[in-house]
């Protein structure tokens, strides 16, 4: 963020994570990481994104971490999911704030119902759909 002079956004229930980030990355080897960027604004659920002719509707999908959002294109039908879900798979919530029970709730409740032809844009990996991920994730069968 302060490399391209852009405002962090988050849900504030991500806070916590943020500033954990300096001391959690000793733990997997990182030997120093710089102090995150305060955030400029708190992103709701609902709220709408919007630049250029884009407009993203930010969806509060908890469980990969305590404040996951996901971004949802209405007018395009597409998602980007981070990390909450994936082609085949689920985000990983073994980490600290992660909730196994609270992630497949945010996907079944939040994500199910944009429908099945809305593709899905993860943190990594190929993009999916929703109708692809309710009738073949072994996580969500």
């Not at 030997?31 to 992103?43: A, N």
């Not at 908890?62 to 082609?87: C, M, Q, R, T």
Request: aromatic share 10%.
């Amino acid at each position: 963020a302060r490399h391209y002079n852009l405002v962090l956004e988050i849900h504030q229930g991500e806070l916590p994570v943020l500033e954990s980030v300096p001391q959690v990355s000793q733990l997997y080897g990182i030997p120093k990481v710089e102090e995150s960027p305060s955030p400029g604004h708190f992103l709701e659920e609902g709220e709408q994104i919007k630049f250029g002719d884009t407009e993203l509707q930010v969806i509060f999908t908890p469980g990969h971490s305590p404040a996951s959002i996901s971004l949802w294109n209405k007018k395009e039908d597409y998602l980007i999911a981070g990390d909450v879900l994936f082609y085949g798979s689920i985000g990983r919530t073994d980490l600290p704030g992660g909730d196994m029970q609270t992630l497949l709730s945010s996907i079944r409740e939040k994500l199910f119902p944009l429908g099945d032809s809305c593709v899905v844009y993860s943190g990594h990996g190929p993009k999916t759909s929703i109708g692809f991920e309710k009738g073949s994730n072994p996580f969500l069968n």
